[in-house]
T-cell receptor
Framework: AQTVTQSQPEMSVQEAETVTLSCTYDTSESDYYLFWYKQPPSRQMILVIRQEAYKQQNATENRFSVNFQKAAKSFSLKISDSQLGDAAMYFCAYTRIGGATNKLIFGTGTLLAVQP | DAGITQSPRHKVTETGTPVTLRCHQTENHRYMYWYRQDPGHGLRLIHYSYGVKDTDKGEVSDGYSVSRSKTEDFLLTLESATSSQTSVYFC???????????FGPGTRLLVL
């Protein structure tokens, strides 16, 4: 069974600094997508970034970028120039392509605090 | 933002009572999903739908049923609520099977 592991329950970063959140996953599949979702105190789940496993190039969205290491099954999220609004719970998620369901498998989350 | 609403947003109920949560979308997306979020577990899939009247089970479907009579609405029913079903419930939608899922605002359910 596929699993997603986020080993950092909590992280803290100073405003304007850079922080990296870790995620590892376990799968025997070769085709899949990986995601980072952000959940602020409002509880809304917001898509941050998506990575297709067949793409070697790391995805980037403004201040958010990933380091996708397929062989190591690692998918970390880097937040540059951290802002107070980045404070949230961040979830890493995986979905297999071609399975019976488009089921997102989530990690347990990393709570990011941003210090002014 | 994807047009997804959930109702009610908060609900308190008693053990043994039936509860129905509603997810409504204005995006005309084919796929809809129900997840629950619990501390230490992230989000887990309860049921999903791949079209009107087409539904299937997720990994934590026991005690839940769903229905989808219209493209825009996906209902989640707890036939007889238990305290273990106290959770935050999220609806999600996607345009096609492998497209990104977008989430609704969530419903906080407390079963006493």
């Amino acid at each position: 069974a596929q699993t997603v592991t986020q080993s950092q329950p909590e992280m803290s970063v100073q405003e304007a600094e850079t922080v990296t959140l870790s995620c590892t996953y376990d799968t025997s599949e070769s085709d899949y997508y990986l995601f980072w979702y952000k959940q602020p105190p409002s509880r809304q789940m917001i898509l941050v970034i998506r990575q297709e496993a067949y793409k070697q190039q790391n995805a980037t969205e403004n201040r958010f970028s990933v380091n996708f290491q397929k062989a190591a099954k690692s998918f970390s999220l880097k937040i540059s120039d951290s802002q107070l609004g980045d404070a949230a719970m961040y979830f890493c998620a995986y979905t297999r392509i071609g399975g019976a369901t488009n089921k997102l498998i989530f990690g347990t989350g990393t709570l990011l605090a941003v210090q002014p | 933002d994807a047009g997804i609403t959930q109702s009610p947003r908060h609900k308190v109920t008693e053990t043994g009572t039936p509860v129905t949560l509603r997810c409504h979308q204005t995006e005309n997306h084919r796929y809809m999903y129900w997840y629950r979020q619990d501390p230490g577990h992230g989000l887990r899939l309860i049921h999903y739908s791949y079209g009107v009247k087409d539904t299937d089970k997720g990994e934590v479907s026991d005690g839940y049923s769903v229905s989808r009579s219209k493209t825009e609405d996906f209902l989640l029913t707890l036939e007889s609520a238990t305290s273990s079903q106290t959770s935050v419930y999220f609806c999600a939608i996607s345009a096609s099977r492998w497209e990104t899922q977008y989430f609704g605002p969530g419903t906080r359910l407390l079963v006493l």
